[in-house]
């Protein structure tokens, strides 16, 4: 691999490649990353519409989101009909210099199964769990934790499955106090929402410094994995 190409594989902007059909001919690691939030179709469709009407490059300044992705401009180009590229321009949203969450050492698996315990009782919903044995116990406030995973199981409440997922987050991070921390996610998801309760879920997680993504059929929380 060239230096040039090893710039654009490790470019903090995903960029991705398309042939005519809206297959992908190549992409760098951030744009595989992006593809867990989206799909590769729908950002065909925007290189697409983004295009420039003859051969060329066209910069057009937007702001996009896809899950916790998100961007302030994008690039397209091509010089044939054969291929067409996109480059979408990343806004930082973890690399946060704020003070470091207070709280004890938790393990998460626990707080998280005794929400599930809690929200089945009375509840028809079959709750299903894939947990990432890798991640170690957390220091967090496990008391503002439970209320926010409590509000989110109820804002999927009439579900007939509803599917629980802790997972590390590959190559993310956030800064405390001029220190990175990794980061890991619990994801709710289920097909029905009670939208009602959209509003007081995003003003809980804003008001108790939680970071949070809301999708049509999944909510996800992203948290440092702060040990000591």
Not at 14 to 22: H, Q, R, S, V
Not at 49 to 62: E, L, P, Q
């Amino acid at each position: 691999m060239t230096l040039e190409q090893q710039w654009l594989e490790y470019d903090y902007n995903p960029f991705i490649l398309f042939n005519d059909k809206g297959k992908i001919v190549s992409l760098n690691a951030e744009a595989q990353f992006l593809l867990g939030s989206t799909t590769a179709h729908e950002l065909f469709e925007l290189a697409k519409t983004y295009a420039s009407i003859n051969f060329g490059f066209k910069t057009t300044f937007i702001e996009l989101a896809y899950g916790r992705y998100k961007f302030f401009g994008l690039t397209v180009g091509y010089e044939d009909e054969e291929q067409i590229g996109i480059k979408l321009y990343q806004s930082p949203t973890y690399k946060l210099n704020t003070a470091k969450p207070n709280g004890e050492l938790t393990n998460i698996f626990t707080i998280t199964d005794l929400c599930i315990a809690t929200n089945s009782i009375n509840s028809d919903a079959l709750f299903r769990k894939d947990y990432d044995p890798t991640i170690p116990d957390v220091i967090i406030d496990s008391n503002k934790l439970i209320k926010l995973l409590n509000k989110i199981y109820e804002y999927f409440k009439e579900n007939q499955f509803i599917v629980t997922k802790v997972f590390f987050r590959v190559g993310e991070h956030i800064k405390f106090e001029d220190k990175k921390y990794s980061i890991f996610s619990i994801s709710i998801q289920a097909n029905n929402i009670d939208a009602t309760k959209k509003g007081e879920l995003e003003l809980f997680a804003k008001s108790n410094n939680f970071y949070i993504d809301i999708s049509d059929k999944k909510v996800t929380v992203n948290l440092p994995m702060i040990t000591s």
